[in-house]
């Protein structure tokens, strides 16, 4: 297993720059797609981004051309890059850790505890 420390949020103005940084130990970092996911008040919680262990990335279509996802296997951490905050992107944010079991026949997700991003003038 692996464990997930997200850090990094805060308040920012519309228009501004974040970097949320995720720490894991544990477990074999590389083994594992790493994704950014986010929930808001009274909303589901929705992925943001995703890479591959093979470094292949994926983005929500509100987030793409403002957002940038990364990973380093050799310090262990996961690392979103977020510009051009807008107010709707006030949530909390959580790392995810997911791996495939060597049957193929389901995923192991882990989580890290949240850190929150508010986006307001």
């Known amino acids: 297993q692996v464990q997930l420390v997200e850090s990094g949020g805060g308040l920012v103005q519309p228009g501004g720059s974040l970097r949320l940084s995720c720490a894991a130990s544990?477990?074999?970092?590389?083994?594992?797609?790493m994704g950014w996911y986010r929930q808001a008040p009274g909303k589901q919680r929705e992925l943001v981004a995703r890479?591959?262990?093979?470094?292949?990335?994926n983005y929500a279509d509100s987030v793409k051309g403002r957002f940038t996802i990364s990973r380093d296997n050799a310090k262990n951490t996961a690392a979103l890059q977020m510009t051009n905050l807008e107010p709707d992107d006030t949530a909390v944010y959580y790392c995810?850790?997911?791996?495939?079991?060597?049957?193929?026949?389901?995923?192991?997700?882990?989580w890290g505890q949240g850190t929150q991003v508010t986006v307001s003038s």
């Open positions: 995810n850790a997911r791996a495939l079991v060597l049957s193929g026949r389901g995923w192991n997700d882990y």
């Open positions: 890479i591959t262990t093979g470094g292949n990335t």
């Open positions: 544990g477990s074999i970092f590389s083994s594992y797609s």
